[in-house]
T-cell receptor, first 114, second 116 residues
Framework: KQEVTQIPAALSVPEGENLVLNCSFTDSAIYNLQWFRQDPGKGLTSLLLIQSSQREQTSGRLNASLDKSSGRSTLYIAASQPGDSATYLCAVSSSAGNNRKLIWGLGTSLAVNP | GAVVSQHPSWVICKSGTSVKIECRSLDFQATTMFWYRQFPKQSLMLMATSNEGSKATYEQGVEKDKFLINHASLTLSTLTVTSAHPEDSSFYIC????????????FGSGTRLTVV
């Protein structure tokens, strides 16, 4: 059974710091991995999608890496800003079936302080 | 990109009443929609998968008669919370799977349900 773990659960940093959020999964047979951002009481915004054949994806100040064999992904945020404060969720999609379900981590709650 | 429109964004209802939540795919056809529930400080929990033209598939422990799911067309899926109780208060969110094999999931903006 696939399990997704995110570390740390919460993180508070001063503005401008580079930071790394971690996501690990127990079953390496994934189809893809997706990072999301969720603001309090709001829906989810997709940040980056990494296919199982890829090693990283970049979008602006965000970089996500994937090491499928070790069951790990990291989300790197460069030059953090107060607007980056949110909960960051990692989800993996299994390889089975046409309607592949997402398995979620509990998220990392990030606070960037001005 | 793909957009899923979810309404209402929030609703307050009395115990015993029913509430319907709608999710529409605006620029694509979604034959499948996933429905999630999220309690405070917890991650998303998949409740059920709706399929256009057939019965929804419910996850273990989710009451089918309480959470009615209908996927009436290729662009509309609804979740109805029947005879709502305060413990049903939660954040409900829908999601459409990738349109193409390599795409990502698209989420609605969520519905905050409060049962008083």
């Amino acid at each position: 059974k696939q399990e997704v773990t995110q570390i740390p659960a919460a993180l508070s940093v001063p503005e401008g710091e580079n930071l790394v959020l971690n996501c690990s999964f127990t079953d390496s047979a994934i189809y893809n991995l997706q990072w999301f951002r969720q603001d309090p009481g709001k829906g989810l915004t997709s940040l980056l999608l990494i296919q199982s054949s890829q090693r990283e994806q970049t979008s602006g100040r965000l970089n996500a890496s994937l090491d499928k064999s070790s069951g790990r992904s990291t989300l790197y945020i460069a030059a953090s800003q107060p607007g980056d404060s949110a909960t960051y969720l990692c989800a993996v999609s299994s390889s089975a079936g046409n309607n592949r379900k997402l398995i979620w981590g509990l998220g990392t709650s990030l606070a960037v302080n001005p | 990109g793909a957009v899923v429109s979810q309404h209402p964004s929030w609703v307050i209802c009395k115990s015993g009443t029913s509430v319907k939540i709608e999710c529409r795919s605006l620029d694509f056809q979604a034959t499948t929609m996933f429905w999630y529930r999220q309690f405070p400080k917890q991650s998303l929990m998949l409740m059920a998968t709706s399929n256009e033209g057939s019965k929804a598939t419910y996850e273990q422990g989710v009451e089918k008669d309480k959470f009615l799911i209908n996927h009436a067309s290729l662009t509309l899926s609804t979740l109805t919370v029947t005879s709502a109780h305060p413990e049903d208060s939660s954040f409900y969110i829908c999601s459409a799977p990738p349109r193409r094999g390599t795409g990502g999931y698209t989420f609605g903006s969520g519905t905050r349900l409060t049962v008083v």
